[in-house]
């Protein structure tokens, strides 16, 4: 059986941090260069390219690992 990564989106983060700017989920959008349908899928805990995930952090001012959690495999 193949072993995976698994990558977990953390969509609590990115509205608190959001939300503490004071920014809608289209303000945000507008920062981060992508769509505004993309950040409510991310905050609905949907998937997201890495393209998507890295723009958003740089416009929120976080590291992407402020809100994504990475699991190494299990052996």
Do not use: C, Y
Request: overall charge positive; glycine content about 4%.
């Amino acid at each position: 059986m193949q072993k995976h990564t698994r990558v977990r989106l953390k969509p609590e983060v990115i509205i608190r941090e959001r939300l503490k700017r004071g920014w809608t989920q289209t303000e945000l959008a507008l920062k981060a260069g992508v769509l505004k349908n993309l950040i409510s899928k991310l905050e609905d805990k949907a998937k997201a390219s890495p393209a998507t995930i890295k723009a958003v952090a740089e416009a929120l001012g976080l590291q992407i690992e402020d809100f994504v959690e990475i699991t190494p495999p299990s052996e």
